[in-house]
């Protein structure tokens, strides 16, 4: 079993920043691809950031030189660095990791989120 735990929300002013991390941890052989999603109440999931295991990287519109993603293969950690924030990143943030178990199985794990809010 893989878990993923987020941490680096809070509540900051528009114009501010944040970084986000997410580690893995467990049974894990080897990561893919990695992403944060974010979700506000009433509204479906989104697609925020993702970075595969080669280091290609998609960002969201929205979010298109403002946010940063990257990741630490040695540390199975995974940030995505929020700058210039605006009231509408407001949301919960989830983080996403895909792979292969050590005993061989394909795995995608979703972190517990961790809430952002951009509000003065």
């Known amino acids: 079993q893989v878990q993923l735990v987020e941490s680096g929300g809070g509540l900051v002013q528009p114009g501010g920043s944040l970084r986000l991390s997410c580690v893995a941890s467990g049974s894990i052989f080897s990561i893919n691809d990695r992403g944060w999603y974010r979700q506000v109440p009433g509204k479906q999931r989104e697609l925020v950031a993702r970075i595969s295991s080669g280091g290609s990287i998609y960002y969201a519109d929205s979010v298109k030189g403002r946010f940063t993603i990257s990741r630490d293969n040695a540390k199975n950690t995974v940030y995505l660095q929020m700058n210039s924030l605006k009231p509408e990143d407001t949301a919960v943030y989830y983080c996403?990791?895909?792979?292969?178990?050590?005993?061989?199985?394909?795995?995608?794990?979703w972190g517990q989120g961790t809430q952002v809010t951009v509000s003065s």
């Open positions: 996403t990791t895909g792979g292969t178990t050590a005993g061989g199985r394909p795995f995608g794990s």
